[in-house]
């Protein structure tokens, strides 16, 4: 990361761009090292987890999330009762703006809390440079990026997996796409588990000690992110039409959330045929 926005070399710039305009295009996965993001900080956040998972399960249910939203702790896309569950715990937070946050947010304990704050603070920042040396490499303005993604929602959620007796049996996050423009996703030890389907087949991904895993989220496919969800106007043209529909935030992410995880089904509905 340092090389793409710290270099004084411009070849060498050039080419991290073309690294990561690569990885995005081809796979829409990369791993990120010399991030920026305080180790300690990173240290702090995995503690707060596993201490939050440690607790017994009459305290995590205190931070239950409600039918009608999806913050807190509880399973996410449920929508029947016949449906298979995910071998998998969730606590789901909205983080910023301040004003999008639940009121869940204000009964986490205060170390919790503190330590959310801080790492999604540090989290914020690595973010925006991601999407602006992805806006470069796809040749849209900075100050379009910014105006884009600075005030966006952020949120976070804390997956555990926890032993199956019968792990040939289960799935622990059902196959899905991301509906956020960007997901940084730390892993907490180098138990390999994530996947990703390149031309049809499944890769299992070696977590790199200290390192991010960034996913392209559907929604830099449709960038637009803060009020209305469509593609970027600097690269619509006569000759590069809309691929995507445009759609509001709250009413794109509401579908999302109240349907169960089906690959990218749901980005390809919001998909404009030009044929």
């Known amino acids: ?21 690569f990885a995005a295009q081809h796979w829409g996965f990369f791993q990120l090292i010399n991030h920026g993001v305080s180790s300690s900080v990173v240290e702090k956040m995995k503690h707060e987890t596993q201490k939050f998972y440690n607790l017994p399960l009459e305290k995590k249910k205190k931070f239950e999330r409600s039918p009608r939203d999806a913050d807190g702790f509880g399973q996410l896309f449920v929508v029947s009762d016949e449906q298979i569950l995910d071998w998998a715990d969730f606590f789901y937070l909205k983080t910023a703006p301040p004003h999008l946050r639940m ?40 100050k ?7 005030e966006g929602m952020q949120s976070m959620r804390m ?19 991301d509906p956020f423009a960007l997901k940084i996703l730390l892993q907490f030890n180098e138990t390999q588990g994530l996947q990703v389907k390149k031309d049809g087949i499944w890769i299992p991904i070696l977590p790199l000690h200290n390192a991010f895993i960034v996913n392209i989220g559907d929604t830099f496919e449709s960038s637009r992110l803060n009020v209305i969800l469509g593609p970027a106007s600097s690269l619509v043209t006569t000759h590069n039409p809309p691929k995507f529909k445009t759609i ?26 030009h044929q």
């Open 248 to 273: 509001g935030a709250t009413e794109f992410y509401r579908g999302y959330l109240n349907r169960e995880l089906v690959g990218k089904s749901y980005v390809e509905a919001m998909r404009i045929n």
């Open 159 to 177: 997956n555990y997996y926890p032993p199956c007796p019968q792990p040939n049996k289960v799935i622990g996050f059902y196959p899905h796409s």
């Open 103 to 142: 009121s869940i947010f204000s009964k986490l304990y205060l170390s919790l809390r503190e330590t959310i704050e801080e790492y999604t603070e540090e989290i914020k920042e690595l973010s925006m440079k991601v999407l602006e040396m992805l806006g470069k490499a796809l040749g849209i303005k900075e």
């Open 144 to 150: 379009e990026v910014k105006s884009l993604f600075e």
């Open 1 to 21: 990361m340092q090389r793409l926005v710290n270099s004084n070399d411009h070849d060498i710039m050039n080419l991290e761009l073309n690294k990561l305009h």
